[in-house]
């Protein structure tokens, strides 16, 4: 199993920017698919982006489409969320995800390992 540790949640303004981090551990991180999930309150979890290895191929959600860019640093273990043009809607917990490959992780049946969680909150 992969250990998963997100960082970079915070609040910001509609329209502003953020950037998640997920650091991945263990002795199959550097072979999984990356990715990340949210679930605002009252709502389900659902899928946000993901990201193969070891050529990047990457899927997201359309609610996040052209605002959203999913990225990974192999050597490091670590996946990244940067996220631009925040809306209020997309305020939720967001949680990294691994699992076998990225094209599985585009839903939650193809997770494997979840993060603790971090929140973004974007206010109006």
């Known amino acids: 199993q992969v250990q998963l540790d997100e960082s970079g949640g915070g609040v910001v303004q509609a329209g502003g920017s953020l950037r998640l981090s997920c650091a991945a551990s263990g002795r199959a991180a550097g072979n999984r698919g990356m990715g990340w999930f949210r679930q605002a309150p009252g709502k389900e979890r659902e899928f946000v982006a993901a990201i193969s290895r070891p050529v990047p191929i990457t899927y997201y959600a359309d609610s996040v489409k052209g605002r959203f860019t999913i990225s990974r640093d192999n050597a490091k273990n670590m996946v990244y969320l940067q996220m631009n043009s925040l809306k209020t809607e997309d305020t939720a917990v967001y949680y990294c995800?691994?699992?076998?490959?990225?094209?599985?992780?585009?839903?939650?049946?193809?997770?494997?390992?979840w993060g603790q969680g971090t929140q973004v909150s974007v206010s109006s």
């Open positions: 995800a691994a699992g076998m490959s990225a094209s599985d992780l585009r839903s939650s049946s193809g997770v494997d390992s």
